[in-house]
Nanobody, 125 residues
Framework: QVQLVESGGGLVQAGGSLRLSCAASGRTFVRYAMGWFRQAPGKEREFVAGISWNGGRTYYGDSVKGRFTISRDNALNTIYLQMNSLKPEDTAVYYC??????????????????WGQGTQVTVSS
């Protein structure tokens, strides 16, 4: 059974940093793109960052460019999201996801096949 488990969320002050992790189990995803999305209350789920199967290409949503960094360790079947200079508007539940159909990540939430349960990130002002 495929399982994605996020960790690393929490409460942080504005300007602070957090590092999220997403560990995959049940099968290997080393050939597939993976991504991070987030969803704030009352808002649609939005693309945050994506990474190609080998980590060679990364993509970011406009609101996080220059502040967040996505990376992956295929040996551990894990991806990460380093979040710096956090802002109150970054407050959301953060989800990791796998797109089995391609090696380059899509920004479209509908393209992803497996999702984690999410981890809450709260940034206080």
């Amino acid at each position: 059974q495929v399982q994605l488990v996020e960790s690393g969320g929490g409460l942080v002050q504005a300007g602070g940093s957090l590092r999220l992790s997403c560990a995959a189990s049940g099968r290997t995803f080393v050939r597939y793109a993976m991504g991070w999305f987030r969803q704030a209350p009352g808002k649609e789920r939005e693309f945050v960052a994506g990474i190609s199967w080998n980590g060679g290409r990364t993509y970011y949503g406009d609101s996080v460019k220059g502040r967040f960094t996505i990376s992956r360790d295929n040996a551990l079947n894990t991806i990460y999201l380093q979040m710096n200079s956090l802002k109150p508007e970054d407050t959301a539940v953060y989800y990791c996801a796998v797109d089995e159909s391609r090696g380059i990540p899509s920004v479209d939430v509908r393209e992803y096949d497996y999702w984690g349960q999410g981890t809450q990130v709260t940034v206080s002002s």
